[in-house]
């Protein structure tokens, strides 16, 4: 599992007591921690719980002495700015519905195996262990450690776990993903080039059934990487929502987002 501080709210009066609100935040030392799961049950919103959960995450990143990030929707990026989180980058989620055919019947051209690898360029699984290599690079593209989230997906969902190698031992590019009770979310995708990036998605969305027990895939793309996103258009994904990227304070420059194709998703960056 991967650790973290969890905040929460209950309605004692309720039988069962329930939980009505939570926040977690995840510390990435050295220099930043996550803040994800801010959630507050549809009859208990706009009561303020949303933003004494907020500040319980700030006030214990600011004692381990990190700077917290988050991934906003649209609503949420009005209720940080208050908080003083400051913008840096927006980001798409691309859908690829699967269940009966779905995409077919769109009239997009459905995913195949049409990226091509260059003949000097190979994928192959990741195993266990190489969480200390995976987790360097993504600690450099990300902009801080984040070696418990890494290690959590490899063990987690190995069979989603693939890089592109080039020559004899060049890796070039790796995707990791996890599976939900309803999708299969790919993220974080770390690539050279698009070319690369795109050959990861077709090796994980390959062995998707196009049935009615098929699965939907999803991927959350920096909107840095407008190409990229065109392309995925054509072949059968859609863009459904959008999240901003937000830094308690303002918004200072940190990893190689360049390199960053599809994020992990807004519950760990």
């Known amino acids: 599992m991967i650790s973290g501080h969890g905040f929460g709210v209950v309605d004692a009066l309720a039988d069962p007591v329930s939980v009505i609100a939570t926040a977690v935040l995840f510390p990435y030392p050295p220099s930043h921690a996550w803040i994800s799961m801010v959630l507050v049950r549809s009859d208990w919103q706009r009561l303020g719980l949303a933003t004494m959960l907020m500040d319980k995450c700030i006030d214990l990143a ?26 840096c980058f927006t ?21 195949t195996n049409a990226s091509r690898v260059e003949d000097t360029l190979s994928i192959s699984p990741i195993f266990l262990s190489e969480v200390n290599e995976v987790a360097h690079e993504d600690a450099v593209v990300f902009g801080t450690d984040r070696k418990p989230v890494i290690s959590f997906l490899l063990q987690q969902f190995p069979d989603l776990a693939k890089k592109v190698i080039a020559g004899k031992d060049e890796v070039v590019g790796y995707v990791l993903g996890r599976e939900g009770r309803s999708a299969r979310h790919i993220g974080p995708l770390v690539a050279n080039s698009e070319s690369v990036a795109l050959a990861l998605i077709d090796t994980i969305v390959k062995d998707v059934p196009e049935t009615a027990e098929g699965r939907v895939v999803l991927l959350d793309v920096p909107d840095v990487h407008a190409s990229f996103q065109e392309t995925l258009l054509s072949r059968g994904f859609n863009r459904k929502r959008r999240f901003t990227r937000m830094q308690y304070g303002d918004c200072q420059p940190f990893g190689n987002y360049d390199k960053i194709f599809a ?7």
Do not use: M, N
């Open 91 to 111: 980001i798409s989620r691309f859908v690829l519905d699967r269940r009966g055919g779905i995409d077919s019947a769109s009239g997009l051209e459905p995913v």
């Open 62 to 87: 600011a004692q381990l002495k990190l700077t917290p990030l988050l991934d906003a929707t649209p609503a949420g990026k009005q209720v940080y700015e208050k908080l003083g989180f400051g913008s």
């Open 263 to 269: 994020i992990g998703g807004p519950e760990i960056g």
